[in-house]
């Protein structure tokens, strides 16, 4: 782009030859379009803490309807804690205590009146280890529905459950044989499988991928792609390549250390996942995603 | 279920797709830059110049998408060989677009001159060996097709070729200080049009690094006397 000085001096005029595409024009709306976003969770100045010890402090973000958003750090940033904050496992814990807000479609996730019970059908989620029952393959998809009393076309939701999980083709022909009988990626699927089941709109993925080898990873990794068009991916991942591969948003913890020693979990930044990749904003990121922490 | 990775693919072939875009626009502004020297047409120069933007933004999209895909995608082996690849023909496919934008510069500082058949014939045949050599780089990519790469050094020759001859012609030509400015002008515009095949010479030794692996240059100019 750079020329001659003494070529700057001739005039533009408009042009004629050019003319901006109709196609270029299109596709930047619907780039624009896609972008448009719904916030799902609108999180607040969430302190956690189990004890008298604080996990998190001070953590503020959204997340937003069809967006994978990954939640990175090192260990003990508190991005596991956070993740569960949003179908309430915390609640799970008895010294747990979650202050600040988080509101889930508008409306405070820890309310009086919100029974966790009814936010885990909302919020389903996924862990490290594939976690199957000791049931057949049916059985674990059907399991949800059926303790929710969804009864009628059982077998059309077990069916469309495991074609959403993309484990359908693999196991059509043995639904009844034991879900232990499956790899560890076909069981990572099927519980992904038995969240969908139950109709929910946000998954949360706490370390899908990091019990699998490379090609269960990329199938987990194309089926996060696939899921984001109807749901709200919330993932929380040690591998980065990872965030950076899947995530469109991207929030990096890291450890604050106080001068007792004391370590807590903060939110550093949150942005596209690009930007967090190319040009962060800040030098504790940095570090962080180019393999210069401490 | 899709193929795997389908994200990142789509993401390399929409790289893919807008360098092919952009090698569209440098063949406009091309023929734009030599229609505009050939009937004198300085709104169409104008113009050209001015289109220049529109190489720009696909220049700058390609830039920005390829700092994403790199950051984000660890492309290694053939995607990797693709996306450094198009890291060049972009750059390369910049700077055509430029040299277009400077020959109607120089058209239009050297107007008011009645035409010189001999040099007229030559930016002809220059132009139309430049527009088949972007074409020949650029489905050589498209098909991977490493024979048409190398095919470029040879259309190149004839390119080099005319540029000595109107070199040649306008020296002979010699004349008072404006003919003379005035030829000074047509060399360089020659020149620019030279250099044009240049840089499609230089896309084919991309196609060659992607297809083979192996990165070489066609040519050795610094062992070039004929240049």
Redesign the interface.
Known sequence: ?R??PD?ES?????????GVDEKVLAEREERVARHRREVLFDVDGLHVSYGEVPALKDVSLEIYRNFVTAFIGPSGCGKSTFIRCFNRMNDLIPSAAVEGTIRYHGADLYGQDVDPVEVRKRIGMVFQKPNPFPKSIYDNVAFGPRVLGRKDDLDGRVERALQQA?LW?EVKHRLKASALSLSGGQQQRLCIARCLAVEPDVILMDEPASALDPIAT??I???M??LKRSYAIVIVTHNM?QA??VADMTAFFSVDVAEEGERTGILVEFDR??KI??QPSDQRTEDYVTGRFG | MTAPRATFQEALDSLEATLQEESQLVLRSLRGAMSALREQDVELADEVIAFDDEVDARYLALEQGIESLLARQTPVAVDLRLVLAILHINLHLERMADLCVTISKLMKLARGYEGDPQVLESFEEMGLRAEEMVGVAMTALAERDLAAAESLLELDELIDRANRRLVRHVLEVGGDEPKREWGLRMIVISRCLERFGDHTVDIGEQVAYLVTGELREFSDASHDATD
Do not use: H, K
């Not at chain 1, 001739?10 to 050019?18: F, H, K, L, M």
């Open positions: 782009m020329r001659a070529m001739a005039p533009a005029a408009p042009v004629r030859i050019a993309a083709d990329t199938r990794e194309d089926l792609q696939e390549q950076a591969r996942t690009d990749f190319t």
